[in-house]
């Protein structure tokens, strides 16, 4: 399984980055893919997920309204679109799979149930 995450940059605050995660080397009949984040100092945040058999998405309160997840099956791609980025947003941001066969709403954020982990795009909003 490989995770590639692309996009990360820097840029000022209210503005704007896509990020991209090409993902290749499985054929998980469902799995879970998304975003976390780890900021300076602190623990990993889960930042949004996609089950592929519900097909919803779910999000940090912090980041609703603003960030959107999307993908692009042709192209083995998921993206973040970030919006409106605030400096408490600056991270490493990695891209995740969880190939668990069950799946609860309630627990996506769970950084203990992803199994597969990009290397990391750093993000860097200045105030």
């Known amino acids: 399984v490989q995770l590639v995450e692309s996009g990360g940059g820097f840029v000022q605050a209210g503005g704007s980055l896509r990020l991209s995660c090409v993902f290749s080397g499985f054929t998980f009949e469902d799995y879970t893919i998304g975003w976390f984040r780890q900021a300076p100092g602190k623990e990993r945040e889960g930042v949004s997920c996609t089950r592929g058999s519900i097909g919803e998405t779910f999000y940090a309160d912090s980041v609703k309204g603003r960030f959107t997840q999307s993908s692009d099956n042709s192209k083995n791609t998921v993206y973040l679109q970030m919006n409106n980025l605030k400096p408490e947003d600056t991270a490493v941001y990695y891209c995740?799979?969880?190939?668990?066969?069950?799946?609860?709403?309630?627990?996506?954020?769970?950084?203990?149930?992803?199994?597969?982990w990009g290397q990391g795009t750093q993000v860097t909003v200045s105030s």
């Open positions: 995740v799979v969880d190939s668990g066969v069950f799946f609860h709403a309630r627990s996506w954020s769970q950084e203990a149930l992803y199994d597969y």
